[in-house]
């Protein structure tokens, strides 16, 4: 029981050490483990939605489907949305939802990588209205929910959410839009 409450100890302040020195991939890197799904739950059938495709475009290269966007329940987590890799996607309290572009560029964009598309997405759960997207500065389009810009985070196997209140600035998005405030590694403010 003591090694156990060592462990922890030892990563609670390794990750902490990471968060004061701002070392973003430190940070997420050393993130507390979270929650694996195999096959994540997804909201009943007469609560699911899916927009239709637009047919293909000139803009849509052949054989690559837009991206998929589902809401699901998680047994820890809550409310989610997964793209159709299964990735847990996230928001990022630096993006403004009423501006057209992302605050996360350069490297950040590495560790956090921005969920773009070619078509327009395609959604279950989740109302279609609330999905657009914003064109980041190298041209590719970023899916956005409620206005914001989504990412998922570069090391996380799909079902995890790894990064979850990274720096309390990265959140698991629930389908509304909203940020989901379960599983943190500490009090957000």
Excluded at 32 to 58: D, G, I, K, N
Excluded at 107 to 132: F, H, K, R
Aim: include cysteine.
């Amino acid at each position: 029981m003591l090694v156990v409450v060592a462990a922890l100890v030892v990563g609670a302040a390794m990750w902490w050490q990471a968060v004061d020195s701002g070392d973003q991939a430190a940070l997420t890197a050393g993130a507390p483990v979270t929650e694996a799904l195999p096959s994540p739950r997804t909201p009943q059938p007469s609560t699911t939605r899916r927009t239709s495709a637009p047919p293909a475009s000139s803009e849509t290269p052949v054989g690559e489907p837009p991206t998929e966007l589902t809401a699901v329940s998680m047994s820890k987590m809550g409310q989610a949305v997964l793209d159709g890799e299964g990735a847990v996607l996230f928001r990022y309290e630096h993006d403004n939802p009423h501006k057209a572009k992302s605050a996360c560029l350069g490297e950040c964009a590495v560790v956090w990588i921005p969920v773009t598309t070619t078509g327009t997405p395609s959604v279950t759960g989740i109302d279609p209205a609330l999905v657009g997207t914003v064109k980041r500065p190298e041209g590719a389009k970023q899916v956005t929910l409620a206005g914001w810009p989504l990412y998922k985070f570069a090391n996380a196997r799909p079902g995890e959410w790894t990064g979850q209140g990274t720096d309390h600035v990265w959140f698991v998005i629930k389908p509304d839009g909203q940020r989901n405030l379960n599983c943190l590694p500490a009090p957000v403010q």
